[in-house]
């Protein structure tokens, strides 16, 4: 049903979730129900996700409204326009993951399954500035790598280099 889950990255996560938001809290997870949204279930979340909704045409997240945080898990490098989704989380606390631009390899385009591109791979500074104009701060950041066994080049780059920027914002005081 998933690819191979991965665990480390899954269980920074979760320590960073479970740090800045303790259980029990409801979040909105922004996507389709994916393996992350269980594991936050079975360690006492309640979630709900946006199933399908096309965010680039309908910006307002049409859910429960009442939620502790939105999270987003790799998500807004597939929307062409994340500018108007941030503006309208109805949440004041947000977590999000965005996979980070590599010199070394080009943005991620699925043959396949049109939902499955990446329209943005973002540089962590270009992500920080996105939030900031769409009324977040920062309170906190991390990066990871995504490990790979397989010899070569790439690999052994993708070993040392970050790919995933997690980021933990609070929405400004208006």
């Not at 045409?57 to 062409?80: A, C, G, R, W």
């Not at 010199?103 to 991620?108: D, E, L, N, T, V």
């Amino acid at each position: 049903m998933y690819k191979k889950i991965p665990q480390k990255r899954y269980n920074s996560t979760l320590k960073m979730l479970q740090r800045i938001l303790p259980a029990p809290a409801r979040i909105l997870d922004l996507g389709v129900k994916n393996p992350f949204s269980e594991i936050m279930e079975q360690h006492g979340y309640e979630v709900q996700n946006t199933q399908g909704q096309d965010l680039d045409f309908n910006p307002k997240i049409e859910v429960d409204p009442n939620v502790d945080m939105v999270t987003s898990f790799e998500i807004f490098e597939h929307l062409l326009s994340p500018f108007k989704v941030l503006q309208h989380l109805p949440a004041d606390k947000l977590l999000v993951t965005v996979p980070l631009k590599l010199w070394f390899a080009a943005a991620y385009r699925s043959k396949t399954d049109t939902w499955d591109r990446h329209y943005h791979e973002f540089e962590d500074w270009q992500f920080d500035w996105l939030l900031e104009k769409t009324g977040w701060e920062i309170k906190e950041r991390a990066y990871w790598k995504n490990p790979s066994t397989k010899i070569g080049i790439r690999p052994l780059l993708r070993n040392i280099t970050p790919r995933y920027y997690a980021v933990y914002a609070e929405r400004k005081p208006s």
